[in-house]
């Protein structure tokens, strides 16, 4: 009896084996285990699960206060299903040590967050962190401030949980792009992104921006390069995004502005900012639409220039970038038409703001600003 009931299933089971040969995703689809697809520092948590099940999420802080608790459908072409804290953009984002919880029928998947790190040592062009011992890393990085060239190195992480990168022949400066993905045994990814610590001067005033590790902070100092006087110091910390603000005050308070020729020492923002500030000279024309200028060069000048103009509600009216002669002059011509990958045309107009930044070789600028007459 036994043995004819399965010669009977037999071309069923077949038929279904051929099936699943000749269509690879039908049996993943309907049997797709679920795993956390994570971006560090984002307000959402997402994964995969199979086509249309209902994933019952819970996300905690590693104290176990509740961020999310919410049951929804993953999606009918590859399963994926996202939840967001709040409304997605400026509240609770994704940490270290969160635990993750997702529950689709009786199968439960959990994760807590490991601890993944990536910092950038400038002076020595280093990619450094932290990561699950004894597992590997995937970096990945442009290959240069203005580059469209993607490099992806697999890293081994150490039994201390510490890892470290050199690329031969490669340069970190200042506003370099990275990121670092992680994945484990079952499938779960986590991904975060950065870019390495700078500072941007403007000439003529005492406020400075940049760029840093997200809730670390440092100090900028101006001193006279010949005698050390100290002029001004700049406390500044990064906010959740890494954005820095910051001003530079005297031992009275006062504020200070940045002129050429003194020396800006930030050494924990990087080891190597500690350079002479160079002047930034320029002009600009409504009525021909070009802007002229100068990056001098301050002992460590990168000879690359960078144009906005923006109109007075903020937007970027047109912009351009690119190598300046041996002397550091440029000149750009915004109302001639081009598809060049760092020129946007358009016109100069009396009132706009014309930015003028210059690069150094460690990836910090100088800039100068001026309203086009």
């Known amino acids: 009896m036994s043995t004819t009931i399965h010669r009977r299933l037999l071309p069923a089971l077949l038929a279904s084996l051929l099936l699943i040969a000749l269509v690879p995703g039908a049996a993943s689809?309907?049997?797709r285990p679920t795993r956390f697809e994570l971006y560090l520092n984002s307000s959402c948590v997402g994964g995969y699960s199979n086509d249309g099940a209902l994933v019952e999420l819970t996300w905690r802080r590693a104290s176990g206060k509740l961020m999310v608790h919410e049951t929804f459908r993953a999606g009918n072409n590859g399963g994926y299903w996202e939840a967001c804290a709040g409304d997605g953009f400026t509240t609770p984002r994704l940490k270290l040590g969160d635990r993750l919880q997702a529950k689709v029928g009786s199968a439960v998947r959990k994760l807590t967050v490991p601890t993944l790190t990536l910092r950038f040592n400038r002076a020595n062009d280093v990619f450094k962190g932290r990561a699950p011992a004894s597992t590997s890393v995937r970096l990945g990085f442009a290959g240069g401030l203005y580059s469209d060239v993607q490099i992806e190195r697999t890293v081994a992480v150490k039994s201390d949980g510490t890892w470290k990168y050199r690329e031969p022949d490669f340069d970190i400066m200042g506003g370099q792009y990275a990121?670092?993905?992680w994945k484990n045994a079952k499938n779960d990814r986590l991904t975060l992104d950065g870019v390495a610590p700078y500072?941007?001067?403007t000439l003529g005033a005492s406020r400075f921006t940049g760029g840093h590790y997200a809730g670390t902070s440092f100090e900028a100092r101006l001193r006279d390069p010949s005698s050390g006087e100290l002029r001004a110091i700049g406390p500044a910390s990064a906010?959740?995004?890494g954005a820095v603000s910051g001003r530079f005050r005297d031992?009275?308070?006062h504020t200070v502005p940045v002129s050429a020729g003194l020396r800006l020492k930030a050494l924990k923002l990087a080891g190597d900012a500690n350079w002479i500030v160079p002047n930034v000279t320029g002009s600009a024309s409504a009525g021909t639409d070009e802007v002229k200028g100068r990056c001098f060069d301050g002992g460590i000048s990168a000879r690359w220039y960078d144009v906005r103009v923006v109109a007075p509600d903020g937007d970027?009216?047109?912009r351009a970038a690119g190598s300046t002669g041996?002397?550091?002059?440029f000149a750009v011509d915004f109302g001639v038409g081009s598809d060049g990958l760092f020129y946007t045309p358009g016109d100069v107009r009396p009132g706009d703001l014309v930015v003028i930044g210059c690069l150094q070789r460690t990836g910090d600028w100088t800039q100068r600003e001026l309203i086009a007459p």
């Open 29 to 31: 689809a309907a049997s």
């Open 179 to 181: 990121y670092l993905r």
């Open 199 to 201: 500072i941007r001067l």
């Open 239 to 241: 906010n959740i995004d």
């Open 251 to 253: 031992s009275n308070g």
């Open 316 to 318: 970027t009216r047109a």
């Open 326 to 329: 041996s002397a550091g002059s």
